[in-house]
């Protein structure tokens, strides 16, 4: 027997994100004080009457298999989630419920793009576009943002990147792994852009709308001239902290959602019953507990960049929503402590999870060599000894 798996799965690479929390986890059974910021991952529970719903459905035997593209009830909250919160018109035919956002967006990318397509990748990225990109057989084509630009790309750079073969853009915002959040007016420069080109989808990943510090959300949906090449991804996990339910959606034009449920339909059908009875809690019900829950990762935000502020050598902006701070460590490149040699942010990731027992990820997985990530989806406390520790790691570093 030939051991041998597909060409399709040897061009994948692990996700750097799970690499690391495995790797923390590994060391925290060792009886190792790891505090990991390495997960996306709200630290709150589901609010109560989110769960309630749950449990109301496992009672009332919401246990069969659901419809594709979810339940209609499901699919009418998200489409008043979208009227009351972001002013956009959709139709219960133009929504298609997956299980998890990311899955919403490789519905999306699997379902547009053919081998040989490019499809635009703002840098720094989600350690997952460009490896579902791969998946469907198309060509990621990367534009770099730097720390000095707030890590948002330009007009400019966006018309350079286009050519005869580009199919789409995935543009996210609120962004993982930097926090930053495009405005109108700079979504408005892009979509002048994309205006000039009309073979080009937007996959839109709004997954961390409701964790934003700069007001309201800003869609490039919201501009009707581009509305109808729009695909928008959004969820429950992120600002209801249901992460582990597995509830995403896409809204979009209906022959792309056809599209997506004729694939969905093939390889997992309809989400979790029980937490699509959830998520139409969630998104119909009282709205407070988000709200809540953004103030304390406002409150943490503010936290960690004052102190990572304070770590010399460390770079640093201020991310106006997500929670992620991805802070420039590359003055510390070449720097040695006994016979370790920090040659990227991969080996000073390493050195702070072994050395510092601070779980963090490298930024050579979201395309931004000079830089790592950090969440600071955790307690004051722990980001509090976690910048600590890191302070004191990085001062040992020659």
């Not at 298609?96 to 967006?105: D, E, I, R």
């Not at 930097?178 to 994309?194: A, D, H, I, M």
């Not at 990731?349 to 963090?360: I, K, N, Q, R, S």
Request: proline share 6%.
């Amino acid at each position: 027997m030939s051991n041998v798996l597909s060409d399709r799965l040897q061009r994948l690479t692990p996700s750097a994100t799970l690499a690391m929390s495995q790797k923390s986890s590994e060391l925290k059974a060792q009886g190792i004080d790891i505090i990991n910021m390495s997960v996306g991952e709200p630290d709150f529970n589901t609010p109560d009457h989110i769960k309630a719903a749950g449990i109301k459905a496992i009672e009332e035997n919401w246990s069969r298999y659901s419809p594709v593209p979810g339940y209609p009830d499901l699919k009418k909250a998200i489409v008043a989630k979208l009227k009351n919160e972001n002013d956009l018109d959709y139709l219960p035919s133009q929504i298609l419920c997956s299980n998890g956002a990311k899955q919403s967006v490789c519905n999306a990318i699997m379902a547009l793009v053919n081998a040989g397509d490019e499809v635009i990748i703002p840098a720094p990225y989600w350690v997952s576009y460009p490896e579902m990109v791969l998946l469907a057989d198309g060509t990621p084509v990367f534009i770099p943002s730097t720390i000095e630009q707030d890590f948002k790309i330009t007009p400019e750079q966006l018309e350079a990147a286009i050519t005869p073969k580009t199919r789409a853009i995935i543009l996210c915002s609120p962004s993982n792994p930097t926090g930053s959040v495009y405005s109108r007016e700079e979504l408005e420069g892009l979509k002048n852009v994309l205006l000039r080109h009309e073979r080009v989808i937007v996959i839109a990943d709004e997954i961390y709308e409701h964790i934003n510090y700069v007001g309201e959300h800003a869609s490039i949906a919201q501009f009707p001239d581009i509305k109808d090449r729009v695909v928008i991804i959004n969820g429950v996990s992120k600002a209801y902290a249901m992460t582990g339910w597995r509830i995403g959606f896409i809204a979009a034009p209906e022959w792309i959602v056809k599209g997506c449920n004729k694939l969905q339909g093939q390889y997992t059908s309809g989400p979790c019953s029980i937490s699509q009875k959830a998520a139409e809690a969630a998104f119909s019900g009282d709205q407070t507990c988000v709200e809540v829950m953004r103030q304390a990762f406002e409150r943490r935000r503010d936290l960690i960049v004052r102190l990572t502020k304070e770590v010399p050598g460390l770079e640093v902006n201020n991310p106006q929503g997500a929670f992620y701070l991805f802070p420039k460590c590359s003055s510390f490149y070449g720097k040695k402590y006994g016979d370790r040699v920090i040659n990227n942010s991969n080996d000073l990731a390493m050195y702070l999870l072994e050395v510092g027992h601070v779980a963090t990820v490298g930024g050579d997985a979201f395309g931004s060599p000079e830089c790592f990530r950090m969440s600071y989806a955790t307690s004051d406390e722990n980001i509090i000894e976690a910048i600590k520790r890191i302070k004191d790691a990085l001062g040992k570093l020659q």
